[in-house]
C-alpha cells in the first residue's frame, strides 16, 4: 500500500482524472475526500471505492469559494483527523474558438476555477500541513500550459498561471517540508474533451491524436498514476516539477 495512512482531497473528483486519482489512491490505502460541485458523480465515486473496500466521502464544494473551500478543508480533519495531499483537479474551459469570441462571464469562471481555486486550497490547507509537519500540493495543469494549442488562448493562459504559481508555492514553503508539484496531461477521454476540439467527431480525434506520437488520448488511469506516484513517499525529495504525461506530445 503506497499511500499507508495518507488522507487526501480531490477535487473534481466526480468524473474524468479526478475520479481515476480518487480510486487509485483508495486503491492504495488512501482515505478520500472526493470533492466534486456536481453531487451525482461525486456520490457514485465515493460510493465506488467504499464498495471495492476503500475510505472515501464525498464533499459537494465550489473549489473558486473561500468558504466552500474551507469546509471541504474541514471535512477531511472531521471524517479522518489530517490531512497529507491535496490534488487541485477541478478545471473548467471555453469551447475552442476565437479568444475575442468567448466571454468576460466565461473568463472569470476559468481563472476562478483553475487559478484561484490553488489560493483557495492553500489558503486553507497550508496552516493543517504546518501543524502536522508537511504535506503535497499536486496540480493538475495541462499541455496547453506550456504548448499552446489555437482556440483556447483563456484556457491555455490559465493553466500557465497554475504552473507558474504551483512551481512558486513550492519554492517557497520547501522550507517547511509541504511539496508542490505538476502534472500535465494532454487531453483526454474526459467530459472538456469536446470543448477542447471544438466538436468530437472522428475527424477532429484523428487530427488530434496525430500530434501525439505514442498514437492515443490520454486515460484517467495515465494520470492518476503519475499522481499516485508524486503523492507517494517514493517522491520525498520531488518539489516544483512538471511532470507531463502526454505521449511525447510535439505540438
Known amino acids: 500500500m503506497r499511500l499507508a495512512g495518507k488522507i487526501a482531497i480531490v477535487t473534481g473528483a466526480g468524473s474524468g482524472f479526478g475520479e481515476g486519482i480518487a480510486k487509485r489512491y483508495a486503491q492504495e490505502g488512501c482515505k478520500v475526500v472526493v ?28 473549489v473558486s469559494k473561500d468558504a466552500d473551500v474551507a469546509r471541504l478543508v474541514q471535512s477531511a480533519l472531521d471524517a479522518y483527523g489530517g490531512l497529507t495531499t491535496v490534488v487541485n483537479n477541478a478545471g473548467t474551459t471555453h469551447r475552442n474558438r476565437p479568444m475575442l469570441e468567448v466571454g468576460e462571464d466565461e473568463f472569470d469562471r476559468i481563472y476562478a476555477v483553475n487559478v484561484k481555486s490553488l489560493y483557495l486550497t492553500a489558503k486553507h490547507a497550508v496552516p493543517v500541513f504546518r501543524r502536522a509537519g508537511g504535506g503535497c500540493f499536486i496540480t493538475i495543469a495541462s499541455t496547453a500550459g506550456v504548448r499552446p494549442r489555437p482556440g483556447l488562448t483563456w484556457y491555455n493562459g490559465s493553466k500557465g498561471a497554475a504552473i507558474v504559481t504551483s512551481r512558486s508555492m513550492a519554492a517557497e514553503l520547501g522550507p517547511e517540508r509541504i511539496r508542490v508539484n505538476v502534472i500535465n496531461p494532454v487531453a483526454g477521454e474526459t467530459g472538456l474533451l469536446a470543448d477542447f476540439m471544438g466538436e468530437d467527431t472522428p475527424e477532429r480525434r484523428a487530427k488530434f491524436i496525430a500530434t501525439i506520437p505514442l498514437g492515443r488520448l490520454s486515460r484517467p488511469l495515465d494520470i492518476a498514476n503519475a499522481a499516485l506516484f508524486l503523492a507517494s513517499d517514493e517522491a520525498e525529495f520531488i518539489s516544483g516539477a512538471c511532470l507531463e504525461v502526454d505521449g511525447a506530445r510535439c505540438v
Request: net charge negative; proline share 4%.
Open 35 to 62: 470533492n466534486d460541485l456536481q453531487p451525482e458523480g461525486g456520490e457514485r465515486v465515493a460510493a465506488q471505492i467504499r464498495a471495492a473496500g476503500g475510505e472515501a466521502v464525498f464533499v459537494q464544494a465550489d
